[in-house]
């Protein structure tokens, strides 16, 4: 099985600019989405993020409901609710007629 894994290589600075906001608002709405266990994100040696390419989806979702909301734990509640919701399991729906198939992760 072929798989692609995206790698973290972006640092908060460049997010920042893609979403024409601060470094420090990134790393905030990063620290509030870790805080409550909607997605952990990859660090440096340094304890920097480092976001996917994927990410700046979740961050500008969520940045725009905190924005609004202000309260942190509501936003999160809010943002639970919508489609940018990162999903901890993978679809593999199309595997249900695969009965005998051996899978490894690897």
Do not use: C, Q
């Amino acid at each position: 099985m072929f798989y692609y894994e995206e790698k973290a290589n972006k640092k908060p600075k460049e997010i920042a600019d893609h979403l024409n906001t601060t470094s420090e608002k990134i790393s905030e709405w990063a620290k509030d989405l870790e805080r409550y266990g909607i997605i952990k994100f990859s660090r440096t040696a340094y304890g920097s993020f480092l976001f996917k390419e994927s990410d700046i989806k979740v961050l500008r979702e969520y940045g725009i409901i905190k924005n609004v909301i202000g309260n942190p734990r509501d936003a999160i509640d809010i943002f639970k609710e919508t489609e940018f919701m990162p999903k901890n399991e993978e679809d593999m729906s199309w595997t249900k007629d695969l009965k005998f198939a051996i899978w490894r992760r690897h």
